[in-house]
């Protein structure tokens, strides 16, 4: 009987969760969605990959063809990588939807001409 | 009452009552529980053995994820030892926002356990409004920390990111509410009769037995005996804040309830005074690669009682031996006393009254059938 009172006043509230996915939660800014690399800026000194505790990252190729193998699949939004970077390539943008069935199409890669190049299709 | 012999109640490892797979054989007399044997081990995952094969700050998101609830308690003690190892002393300001953080989530967690054993003793409207408010602090969380669950804010030398003039702002703007939230459900802990009825007088464990069987956390406290890491062995700033401890003296299911949210408000007091007190300065040292060869011992409070770390260094940047002892480990002996001699129906609700955490405990035991050696399997 406690709780009538509380119970009264839910009446006239709005209901606490969203209708997702419909309606989506704005994530407030520093939130460690998916990493993205700006190879623009990139100087290729690998200490993202160094730092990155489940290995998520590989560098591949040099100079102008040089790309990051991202691996969503085994990242686990650490953020480890933005802050090793010298030269902040790195952005965690506020993405969080990422789940998905399929290890394989769970590759990210990253280039100096195209900006972002999924491997298969992007999640 | 002349019954010819015991029934054995298989429950778990998959049972509706458990969050998570273990196993307990209950033998009953009727309805009466007359013995208990656990059986643990079903979620075993070789973490002890993976921490021997990261470097020592790749390792601190692998304790990070020793357990879902309480990630930071588990960071604090990883970093605590791993820097005495080290050498390394945090700077002032970082010990603080350590303290905020793992005060956040005692309120997390304990919020988390009202709602389970509201739901536990059929109570599911707390439950609801218990979580809807326990949102509050994960909000927080998320800005803080840029995490709900994994804050990934603790890191060797000092934490990785500040609380902004704003931040502090926003941390007492939810503090305001949610004291005022949990007034109120400890007022209905207190009084509503159906939860009465279901926890009070359930579950008892006399203070003699919780302490001879090395209880640990609110379930000793609820017990109405005075033991918490914060105020017997000080780490972070504790030693620098002045806090209550709180017991209760009832050694029931409802005491170990009121011990938990008398705590929560004595958690939003803590993280009040860390924020007013929070000395200016740096955040982060600069930890070393590599630990000179050595053995610690880290203890903090978590919210379910005392967590321990072991480790053991060679010179090298891997540790040669890593232990983690979770405090539901430490509360199975007590809980398993506690089951003696209650009804069936009670028994999920006092399972739920520990707080169990059980993969975060699970051991596992190998015997040889031929050689019957034994090999055991922590963490
Ligand atoms: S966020 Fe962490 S796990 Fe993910 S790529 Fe960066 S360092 Fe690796
Ligand atoms: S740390 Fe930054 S600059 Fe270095 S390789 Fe990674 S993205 Fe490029």
């Known amino acids: ?123 | 009452m002349g019954y010819a012999s015991t029934i054995k109640v298989p429950f778990g490892p998959q049972h509706p009552a458990l969050k998570e797979p273990e196993h307990f054989l209950f033998e009953c007399e009727g309805d009466i529980v007359v013995n208990v044997t656990p059986r643990i081990g079903y979620v075993h995952r070789g973490m002890e053995k993976a921490f021997e094969l990261g470097t020592y700050s790749h390792d601190m998101y692998l304790a990070e994820r020793v357990c879902g609830i309480c990630t930071s308690a588990h960071t604090t003690c990883y970093t605590q030892a791993v820097e005495e190892l080290m050498g390394v002393e945090i700077p002032a300001r970082a010990r603080y926002i350590r303290t905020i953080i793992a005060e956040l989530e005692r309120l997390q967690s304990h919020s988390l356990w009202v709602g389970i054993v509201a739901h536990e003793a059929g109570f599911d409207t707390l439950f609801m409004y218990v979580w809807r408010d326990r949102e509050v602090v994960m909000n927080l969380f998320e800005e803080l920390t840029g995490g709900r669950v994994l804050h990934a804010i603790n890191t060797l030398g000092g934490v990785r990111r500040d609380i902004s003039p704003d931040a502090v702002l926003k941390i007492k703007g939810g503090l305001d509410y949610f004291e005022k939230r949990t007034k109120e459900y400890l007022r209905v802990i207190k009084t509503e009769r159906t939860f009465l009825k279901r926890t009070s007088g359930v579950g008892l464990l006399k203070p003699d037995d919780a302490a001879s069987l090395n209880a640990v956390g609110p379930t000793l406290r609820g017990s109405g005996i005075r033991n918490d890491v914060r105020v017997d062995d000080p780490y972070i700033a504790y030693g620098e804040i002045p806090f209550n401890l709180i017991t209760s003296d009832g050694c029931d299911v409802l005491s170990r309830t009121v011990v938990r949210t008398e705590e929560m408000l004595e958690s939003i007091n803590i993280i009040r005074y860390a924020l007013d007190h929070m000395p200016a300065g740096e955040i982060r040292v600069r930890a070393p690669k590599n630990a000179p060869p050595g053995e610690v011992v880290s203890r903090v409070e978590a919210p379910r009682g005392e967590l321990m770390h072991y480790a053991r260094s060679n010179g090298t940047a891997k540790p040669e031996r890593y232990k983690v002892r979770a405090p539901t480990l430490a509360n199975i002996p007590s809980l398993c006393k506690t089951l003696m001699g209650v009804h069936v129906a009670d028994i999920p609700i006092i399972l739920a009254g520990i707080d169990p955490c059980f993969a975060c405990m699970d051991r596992m035991l190998i015997i040889g059938k031929k050689t019957n050696e034994k090999r055991y399997f922590t963490r």
């Open chain 1, 1 to 123: 009987m406690s709780l009538v009172g509380e119970a009264l006043k839910q009446l006239m509230r709005k209901p606490s969760t969203l209708k997702y996915p419909s309606e989506k939660a704005t994530p407030p800014p520093g939130f460690r969605g998916l990493p993205i690399w700006d190879m623009k800026k990139c100087i290729l000194c690998v200490l993202c990959q160094n730092a990155c505790p489940p290995s998520a990252i590989k560098l591949i190729g040099k100079g102008q063809e040089a790309k990051v193998e991202y691996h969503l699949d085994r990242c686990i939004f650490c953020g480890e990588c933005v802050d090793a970077c010298p030269v902040d390539a790195i952005t965690m943008s506020g993405q969080y939807e990422l789940a998905g069935s399929d290890r394989s199409i769970m590759v990210l890669c990253f280039g100096k001409e195209k900006p972002v190049i999924p491997v298969k299709n992007a999640p």
